[in-house]
């Protein structure tokens, strides 16, 4: 039977015949959960038409909804009571549940939307699968639905009758598919179930109109009653979920359903990034726009949008503890999960207001402003999302039918999709990004490496993450979505008021921003000399020792302009260590070493290894990041490393833990990693592995806080990419330095100062290198506020206390010179003698014929060819591989292929020789990937004969030119390259020394 409840809202008010309409062509009779068929009140006979209650509003403005409950009778109800037995009997999550037959009071009593899905029993899930045993034996509605262009949906809070909770993920055409929420909707056993049409012919709660045009990606439905479609099987529960795609062919189609409460916002600014994708001032995640402007994306310009973002629902349904639920997710670890839906922008208007604040910007403090703090919050939180979408590459929140898909190699696959839909696919998705491809057996991971638009196809390559290398493209279909943002503690609305006056963090900021400058407090004290600790202690020289000083003497930020080879690490590690040391007298702060790439922060581990007998280190890196690393980037002090040892004291009985469940989340820990047998673990871990076959997988972020519990280390060291997930690991930290600041995001340090504002900072990096890495996406204000040039515009602005440090350690004397006198007005000092630097020249005079100069000019007259966007040369190829080969292999003095370097200008060149070169341990790499990286030897290819404007910057130069500790071959074009600045000094010197080959 079918009844509806009390009330609709009172915005929108149904005429009678509209609502005969809604009534359907059901000859059961209709009843009220509220008046019961033997109220006493209810005097009508059971084939006489109800009339319909007047709308009575709910307190707070909300009402209750005008949800058809369905009541069965007869042989429908002798159908549904079997089924329900045997779902419950069949369904593998029943056992979790201790009161299976929970009535979900709390679930009906539920006055807002995260109420109601926090309440779900695993009981309604039962009988919504149950139900559609009824619904199996009806026939599908074909009545087409009228379409209007407003209000043909609405919104509800409360659901009473049977049904199960699905949102949109796919926006199709004629059609919508819809995703069930909950995994008790449909197990193992009921794929059918997983997803479901939405069409034409599908009625919505109080209203007569078709929903198609009016549901966005993320919506959530409340799904009453289902009809099959054509694809329909002839019985029910044949289907296995892991054979179920959006792309599948749905078996259900949604007959009734009801539209659950947006989390709505109105008036929040946003801007536009340069793919259309939008960033917004109160959440750290891209947005989308459903209507997007008329004439481009325009940059440096404020909105003020009206939208809503998707409320996350939980994964099972409600009663179960946390064992229970962890247990379930270790049962359900091969289901392939789809990524929940970013936020959509329905509706937006220019703001000349927040559009002249964030032309503001960086002056917020210099010129008089009512609201500076606005200001700052305004263009940082903005800059501050920008930075971190583009670094996880989360822009698109759909999945894709895989198609031309093929596994290149142990590491590679290529696949291709449809470029259709609004927004395009080749907006949104690019090289770097996280994938996910759903699989059958088992979802895997990738990076993307290369995208081109042929036609209406996207074309992928892209790696495998190490740990699906056996990954294989199995089933008929396979989906691809970009990976979820990662959570974290990003910035968030209102940080900058929680920032105390007068603290660290606030001067930095205000500094930044226009106000008045930090100077100098500190005092020369000539008496404090500083020394490495290592086993053979290390004085440091007057600009290093100057640098140290004034970081420990709490100077709130310090400037260390470091040019190349300058001894940066050993400084920042000693000034760190000796932080540590005067910590443990004044309490127990932490040290933050920040560096901008993985490998550059191998260095500073190696360095900081030497004293960890006397100061407790480690290197946080997320499971997932540290899988991907090759082993040249890959440390002892790394955090999954560090972890094995500490934890394995535990799960064998070494030592004892009260607590089980954090035993048992470092027991699957090391068993997934093969580290140890069930048999060696102590009784409670060996009967957990016993009575429990299926377990989820550990929980990385609760073993990472158990790590810093346990370990409580001193110095931590990680990169800007992952200070989201540290920063809540770390309680107290006394100072901050980041390592090759020039490349450093601006708002990964106003993310610092904003968790420690009373910290002392430290800026390490050369201005005359490269600047921070910054997406195409990212332009305009977004760009300035995000990324920035941070390290640059406080040197040349004198924001801060500066250090230069002059000397340099690493390269030839000649090279130093040579590049100080381009790049550095002369102000470099070699700390090196020429004797230490040219063993390879003294020893090789079959290549090197003037052993006094250490650059060689290789003249290639062969054009590059065009790739795309990119350039490549065989012949310089070529003439790269023999000359490995002649380094490698003379009696007469042989470097290893690890000591040398292959940089490249362009990125096709550089995958071509990854391939000729893939069988020796010869690191290749773009100028970007070299930045802090130093070799014996290093071969600069040019690769294309004209100099253009990206190879003719002075910092990608200088890059090229400073990572060799002896002798640099440049292979080029000598005639383009006497026609560029700098290139033109280094072919006509080493012209001028006999060191040029034609």
Same mark, same amino acid.
């Given at each position: 039977?079918?009844?509806?409840?009390?009330?609709?809202?009172?915005?929108?008010?149904?005429?009678?015949?509209?609502?005969?309409?809604?009534?359907?062509?059901?000859?059961?009779?209709?009843?009220?959960?509220?008046?019961?068929?033997?109220?006493?009140?209810?005097?009508?006979?059971?084939?006489?038409?109800?009339?319909?209650?007047?709308?009575?509003?709910?307190?707070?403005?909300?009402?209750?909804?005008?949800?058809?409950?369905?009541?069965?009778?007869?042989?429908?109800?002798?159908?549904?009571?079997?089924?329900?037995?045997?779902?419950?009997?069949?369904?593998?999550?029943?056992?979790?549940?201790?009161?299976?037959?929970?009535?979900?009071?709390?679930?009906?009593?539920?006055?807002?939307?995260?109420?109601?899905?926090?309440?779900?029993?695993?009981?309604?899930?039962?009988?919504?699968?149950?139900?559609?045993?009824?619904?199996?034996?009806?026939?599908?509605?074909?009545?087409?639905?009228?379409?209007?262009?407003?209000?043909?949906?609405?919104?509800?809070?409360?659901?009473?009758?049977?049904?199960?909770?699905?949102?949109?993920?796919?926006?199709?055409?004629?059609?919508?598919?819809?995703?069930?929420?909950?995994?008790?909707?449909?197990?193992?056993?009921?794929?059918?179930?997983?997803f479901v049409e939405v069409n034409n012919r599908t009625k919505t709660n109080a209203s007569p109109y078709s929903c198609l045009g009016h549901l966005a990606?993320?919506?959530?439905?409340?799904?009453?009653?289902?009809?099959?479609?054509?694809?329909?099987?002839?019985?029910?529960?044949?289907?296995?979920?892991?054979?179920?795609?959006?792309?599948?062919?749905?078996?259900?189609?949604?007959?009734?359903?009801?539209?659950?409460?947006?989390?709505?916002?109105?008036?929040?600014?946003?801007?536009?990034?340069?793919?259309?994708?939008?960033?917004?001032? @109160?959440?750290? !995640?891209? *947005?989308?726009?459903?209507?997007?402007?008329?004439? /481009? $994306? %325009? #940059?440096?310009?404020?909105?003020?949008?009206?939208?809503?973002?998707?409320?996350?629902?939980?994964?099972?349904?409600?009663?179960?503890?946390?064992?229970?639920?962890?247990?379930?997710?270790?049962?359900?670890?091969?289901?392939?999960?789809?990524?929940?839906?970013?936020?959509?922008?329905?509706?937006?208007?220019?703001?000349?207001?927040?559009?002249?604040?964030?032309?503001?910007?960086?002056?917020?403090?210099?010129?008089?402003?009512?609201?500076?703090?606005?200001?700052?919050?305004?263009?940082?939180?903005?800059?501050?999302?920008?930075?971190?979408?583009?670094?996880?590459?989360?822009?698109?929140?759909?999945?894709?039918?895989?198609?031309?898909?093929? @596994?290149?190699? !142990?590491? *590679?696959?290529?696949?291709?999709?449809?470029?259709? /839909? $609004? %927004? #395009?696919?080749?907006?949104?998705?690019?090289?770097?990004?996280?994938?996910?491809?759903?699989?059958?057996?088992?979802?895997?991971?990738?990076?993307?490496?290369?995208?081109?638009?042929?036609?209406?196809?996207?074309?992928?390559?892209?790696?495998?993450?190490?740990?699906?290398?056996?990954?294989?493209?199995?089933?008929?279909?396979?989906?691809?979505?970009?990976?979820?943002?990662?959570?974290?503690?990003?910035?968030?609305?209102?940080?900058?008021?929680?920032?105390?006056?007068?603290?660290?963090?606030?001067?930095?900021?205000?500094?930044?921003?226009?106000?008045?400058?930090?100077?100098?407090?500190?005092?020369?004290?000539?008496?404090?000399?500083?020394?490495?600790?290592?086993?053979?202690?290390?004085?440091?020289?007057?600009?290093?020792?100057? $640098?140290?000083?004034?970081?420990?003497?709490?100077?709130?930020?310090?400037?260390?302009?470091?040019?190349?080879?300058?001894?940066?690490?050993?400084?920042?590690?000693?000034?760190?260590?000796?932080?540590?040391?005067?910590?443990?007298?004044?309490?127990?702060?932490?040290?933050?070493?920040?560096?901008?790439?993985?490998?550059?922060?191998?260095?500073?581990?190696?360095?900081?290894?030497?004293?960890?007998?006397?100061?407790?280190?480690?290197?946080?890196?997320?499971?997932?990041?540290?899988?991907?690393?090759?082993?040249?980037?890959?440390?002892?002090?790394?955090?999954?490393?560090?972890?094995?040892?500490?934890?394995?004291?535990?799960?064998?009985?070494?030592?004892?833990?009260?607590?089980?469940?954090?035993?048992?989340?470092?027991?699957?820990?090391?068993?997934?990693?093969?580290?140890?047998?069930?048999?060696?673990?102590?009784?409670?871990?060996?009967?957990?592995?016993?009575?429990?076959?299926?377990?989820?997988?550990?929980?990385?972020?609760?073993?990472?806080?158990?790590?810093?519990?346990?370990?409580?280390?001193?110095?931590?060291?990680?990169?800007?990419?992952?200070?989201?997930?540290?920063?809540?690991?770390?309680?107290?930290?006394?100072?901050?330095?980041?390592?090759?600041?020039?490349?450093?995001?601006?708002?990964?340090?106003?993310?610092?100062?904003?968790?420690?504002?009373?910290?002392?900072?430290?800026?390490?990096?050369?201005?005359?290198?490269?600047?921070?890495?910054?997406?195409?996406?990212?332009?305009?204000?977004?760009?300035?506020?995000?990324?920035?040039?941070?390290?640059?515009?406080?040197?040349?602005?004198?924001?801060?206390?500066?250090?230069?440090?002059?000397?340099?350690?690493?390269?030839?004397?000649?090279?130093?010179?040579?590049?100080?006198?381009?790049?550095?007005?002369?102000?470099?000092?070699?700390?090196?003698?020429?004797?230490?630097?040219?063993?390879?020249?003294?020893?090789?005079?079959?290549?090197?014929?003037?052993?006094?100069?250490?650059?060689?000019?290789?003249?290639?007259?062969?054009?590059?060819?065009?790739?795309?966007?990119?350039?490549?040369?065989?012949?310089?190829?070529?003439?790269?591989?023999?000359?490995?080969?002649?380094?490698?292999?003379?009696?007469?003095?042989?470097?290893?292929?690890?000591?040398?370097?292959?940089?490249?200008?362009?990125?096709?060149?550089?995958?071509?020789?990854?391939?000729?070169?893939?069988?020796?341990?010869?690191?290749?790499?773009?100028?970007?990937?070299?930045?802090?990286?130093?070799?014996?030897?290093?071969?600069?290819?040019?690769?294309?004969?004209?100099?253009?404007?990206?190879?003719?910057?002075?910092?990608?130069?200088?890059?090229?030119?400073?990572?060799?500790?002896?002798?640099?071959?440049?292979?080029?074009n000598v005639s383009g390259l006497r026609m560029a600045i700098h290139w033109s000094t280094l072919v006509n010197e080493a012209e001028r020394f006999g060191?040029?080959?034609?």
């Amino acid at each position: 039977m079918l009844e509806e409840s009390s009330s609709l809202p009172e915005f929108f008010d149904i005429p009678e015949s509209s609502c005969e309409e809604l009534e359907g062509s059901s000859s059961t009779s209709q009843e009220s959960r509220d008046e019961p068929e033997s109220s006493s009140e209810d005097n009508s006979s059971p084939n006489e038409k109800k009339e319909i209650r007047p709308f009575i509003p709910r307190h707070n403005h909300e009402y209750e909804n005008r949800e058809f409950i369905e009541i069965l009778e007869g042989a429908e109800k002798d159908v549904f009571d079997e089924a329900l037995k045997l779902e419950s009997l069949a369904h593998p999550f029943s056992e979790y549940y201790e009161n299976i037959k929970s009535t979900g009071n709390d679930y009906n009593l539920a006055m807002n939307i995260r109420a109601l899905f926090d309440n779900y029993p695993h009981y309604k899930a039962l009988r919504f699968m149950a139900k559609s045993h009824v619904w199996f034996r009806r026939a599908p509605p074909t009545e087409i639905l009228p379409s209007i262009g407003h209000s043909a949906v609405h919104q509800f809070v409360k659901m009473d009758g049977d049904h199960a909770i699905y949102r949109v993920i796919l926006v199709k055409s004629d059609k919508y598919i819809l995703m069930a929420c909950h995994m008790n909707t449909h197990a193992f056993h009921r794929g059918d179930l997983r997803f479901v049409e939405v069409n034409n012919r599908t009625k919505t709660n109080a209203s007569p109109y078709s929903c198609l045009g009016h549901l966005a990606l993320g919506d959530l439905v409340a799904v009453s009653e289902l009809a099959i479609t054509e694809e329909m099987p002839t019985t029910l529960g044949n289907m296995d979920v892991y054979s179920a795609t959006p792309e599948t062919r749905c078996v259900w189609m949604v007959k009734m359903m009801t539209l659950l409460k947006r989390q709505t916002f109105e008036n929040v600014p946003f801007s536009f990034l340069g793919n259309g994708s939008v960033v917004a001032l @109160k959440w750290g !995640q891209v *947005l989308n726009v459903q209507i997007p402007p008329m004439y /481009g $994306y %325009p #940059q440096n310009v404020i909105f003020l949008g009206n939208g809503f973002i998707p409320e996350k629902v939980p994964e099972f349904a409600s009663g179960l503890d946390e064992e229970q639920h962890d247990l379930l997710l270790g049962l359900t670890r091969n289901i392939s999960k789809y990524p929940w839906s970013t936020g959509t922008i329905f509706s937006y208007e220019y703001s000349p207001y927040f559009t002249s604040q964030f032309d503001l910007g960086h002056r917020a403090h210099a010129i008089p402003n009512p609201d500076p703090d606005g200001v700052v919050e305004l263009c940082a939180l903005m800059g501050a999302t920008a930075v971190t979408a583009v670094l996880v590459g989360n822009f698109d929140c759909r999945s894709f039918r895989m198609l031309e898909t093929a @596994k290149v190699a !142990q590491n *590679l696959i290529s696949f291709t999709i449809e470029n259709t /839909g $609004y %927004p #395009q696919p080749y907006q949104l998705w690019k090289a770097n990004a996280r994938i996910v491809i759903s699989s059958s057996k088992t979802d895997a991971e990738a990076t993307i490496s290369t995208v081109f638009l042929v036609g209406g196809l996207l074309k992928f390559t892209a790696i495998l993450s190490p740990e699906y290398y056996d990954f294989q493209f199995t089933d008929k279909i396979h989906m691809v979505s970009q990976k979820e943002m990662p959570e974290g503690e990003g910035l968030r609305d209102g940080f900058l008021e929680k920032i105390p006056d007068g603290s660290n963090g606030k001067r930095i900021i205000e500094a930044l921003y226009g106000g008045y400058p930090i100077v100098d407090e500190t005092t020369e004290d000539d008496d404090v000399t500083y020394y490495f600790p290592g086993t053979d202690r290390i004085v440091l020289n007057e600009f290093q020792n100057e $640098y140290v000083s004034k970081l420990l003497k709490k100077t709130p930020l310090t400037l260390a302009d470091s040019p190349f080879g300058s001894g940066k690490s050993m400084t920042i590690a000693t000034a760190a260590y000796y932080a540590a040391r005067e910590s443990r007298l004044w309490g127990n702060s932490q040290q933050l070493l920040v560096t901008q790439s993985n490998f550059a922060s191998v260095n500073l581990v190696d360095i900081t290894k030497r004293y960890t007998k006397k100061c407790r280190v480690v290197r946080y890196v997320p499971l997932n990041t540290w899988m991907e690393l090759s082993e040249g980037s890959r440390t002892d002090l790394d955090l999954p490393v560090m972890m094995r040892p500490l934890f394995m004291e535990y799960v064998t009985g070494r030592k004892f833990h009260s607590n089980s469940r954090y035993l048992f989340e470092m027991a699957k820990y090391l068993k997934e990693f093969k580290l140890i047998e069930v048999e060696q673990m102590e009784k409670r871990c060996q009967t957990y592995f016993r009575e429990n076959t299926f377990t989820s997988k550990y929980d990385f972020d609760r073993l990472t806080r158990l790590f810093f519990t346990f370990y409580q280390p001193q110095i931590v060291i990680t990169t800007s990419d992952c200070l989201r997930n540290v920063l809540p690991m770390l309680h107290e930290v006394s100072t901050v330095q980041f390592d090759e600041s020039s490349q450093m995001p601006e708002s990964a340090l106003i993310q610092v100062l904003s968790m420690f504002p009373y910290a002392c900072f430290g800026l390490v990096g050369d201005i005359r290198q490269l600047p921070p890495y910054c997406d195409y996406s990212v332009v305009g204000h977004l760009k300035m506020y995000g990324v920035g040039n941070t390290m640059e515009r406080a040197c040349r602005g004198d924001l801060f206390p500066r250090v230069v440090l002059r000397y340099v350690y690493r390269c030839h004397p000649v090279t130093t010179q040579i590049l100080g006198s381009e790049f550095y007005g002369r102000n470099l000092l070699s700390a090196v003698k020429e004797e230490d630097r040219n063993e390879f020249m003294r020893s090789r005079p079959d290549l090197w014929q003037n052993p006094n100069f250490p650059i060689m000019v290789l003249n290639n007259n062969t054009p590059g060819i065009r790739d795309l966007t990119s350039m490549h040369n065989p012949v310089e190829v070529t003439i790269v591989s023999c000359l490995i080969d002649a380094l490698t292999s003379s009696p007469l003095y042989s470097i290893h292929p690890s000591n040398i370097g292959v940089i490249s200008f362009y990125k096709a060149q550089n995958d071509r020789l990854l391939q000729v070169l893939a069988d020796k341990p010869v690191k290749c790499g773009t100028v970007d990937s070299f930045q802090g990286t130093e070799k014996e030897i290093i071969i600069v290819c040019c690769t294309n004969e004209v100099i253009n404007g990206f190879m003719a910057m002075p910092n990608r130069i200088n890059v090229a030119m400073s990572r060799a500790k002896q002798a640099t071959f440049i292979i080029g074009n000598v005639s383009g390259l006497r026609m560029a600045i700098h290139w033109s000094t280094l072919v006509n010197e080493a012209e001028r020394f006999g060191c040029m080959r034609y």
